[in-house]
Structures are given as C-alpha cells and as structure tokens.
C-alpha cells in the first residue's frame, strides 16, 4: 500500500520546490520544523529509499501534506491545481494506514495539522465541513498526547519538549483562528491547560513571528 502511494509523489525537483515553497510562504502558520530538519529527516530519506514498504506511515502522511500546501503556494502552477488535491488525498491516504486514532504520534498529528490547513485555505463547498470536523479529532490527539500539560517535571529531552510545546500552541492558534473565522465555539479552554510558551530557540526561521501571534491571539479570544 505504501509503495502505491510512492507511486503517486511528484518528481525529487518537483517535491523540493513544494517543500520550499511551505516552508517560506506557509510555515509562520504551522510547520512541524525547520526547513532545514525537515530535508534531512523527511525528504530526502523517503526519497533515497528504494521502497516505502519500511517507512513510517505517518512521516509520509506529513511530506505529502507539506508538498500539497506547497503545491497551492507556487505562483508557477495554476489555481486549484489537481496536484495539490491529489497530494493532499495522498497524505489522508497515508494517515489513514498510520491509524493516529489508535496510534496517535506527533508525527502524525503534524501531518493532520498540514492536512488542517490545506482545507483552511481551499474554498471548496465542503472544506469547512471536513475542516471542523478532522480539527476536533487533531484537538483530541493533543489531550491523548498530553501536549497541553506542563512537560518540564517529565525529565523529556528538551528538544521533544519544545516540539510538544510549539505543536500544541500551533494547533491552539488554529483553534483560536478557526473560531473566529467561523463563528463557533473554541476547543481550548485556557482553565484547562498548563503547557508553557515553546522557546524562539528552538525554531530561529520563524523568531518574533509565530510565537508573537499565537500568544496575541490566543490570549485575547
């Protein structure tokens, strides 16, 4: 099954002018890492492998999400581009074997949260729906995962301490955004978490920008 969606993913020039394209045009707005992180730990292995058969489900969920919403942000191609779509049903094919609901990783949940997204920018009669609806399965994962408590008496290491951090405050300001924009209640109740800003350390490509604008708008709805 894997091997079959291989079979679907753009050229190697192709998916590196699309990962580029979202990591500098749509990543202030959630990315799972740097560009830089994200070339040697995602693309490149998946694409040096000679079979995916191996390969973590949800890791390719996440690269064809971030080629798919790359894909809608390359001036080059046109509007409602059918690459875009199919790359998108690629990742929810791969996240669908990756069973996040049963298995659910942070991994996966930043595939899910790029696959958000994607429906956040597409004005198709059904986004909205499918939006709202996959958001509240996202939002669960954070609680199944335990991303909106307090980490630091965890001894984790402080890396994946900082990914819980940023991941969860991603998704809160997709919460906070997603709210007002449609007029409906939010998910995150601030009584109910504890977990701390992420440090801008941890992610210098997006310093003063992200961290600003989760923190102004998630404190202020």
């Given amino acids: 099954m894997k091997d079959t969606i291989r079979s679907f993913a753009p050229s190697y020039i192709d998916a590196t002018k699309f990962c580029d394209n979202f990591f500098l045009s749509a990543a202030w707005l959630g990315s799972p890492c740097t560009r830089d992180h994200f070339f040697t730990t995602v693309l490149m292995p998946l694409y040096s492998a ?32 059918p690459m875009a779509f199919l790359m998108n049903k690629m990742a929810a094919g791969a996240l669908a074997i990756a069973s996040p609901i049963e298995h659910p990783t942070m991994t996966a949940l930043e595939a899910l949260q790029a696959h958000l997204f994607f429906h956040q920018l597409s004005d198709r009669p059904i986004a909205i729906s499918r939006f709202w609806i996959l958001s509240s399965v996202a939002f669960r994962m954070t609680h199944a995962l335990g991303l ?19 991941l969860f405050w991603q998704l809160n300001f997709m919460d906070a955004v997603a709210a007002a924009s449609y007029g409906r209640p939010r998910y995150f109740n601030p009584h109910h978490y504890d977990c701390p800003m992420p440090d801008e350390s941890f992610r210098p490509d997006l310093k003063g920008c992200e961290y600003l604008s989760c923190h102004v708008l998630v404190t202020s709805l």
């Fill in 50 to 81: 000679k079979s995916w058969s191996t390969e973590r489900a949800d890791v390719i969920a996440l690269f064809f999400a971030a080629c798919a919403i790359g894909c809608i942000f390359d001036m080059s191609r046109p509007l409602y581009d």
């Fill in 148 to 166: 909106h408590r307090d980490s630091r008496a965890w001894g984790l290491d402080p890396q994946i301490e900082q990914r819980r951090r940023w």
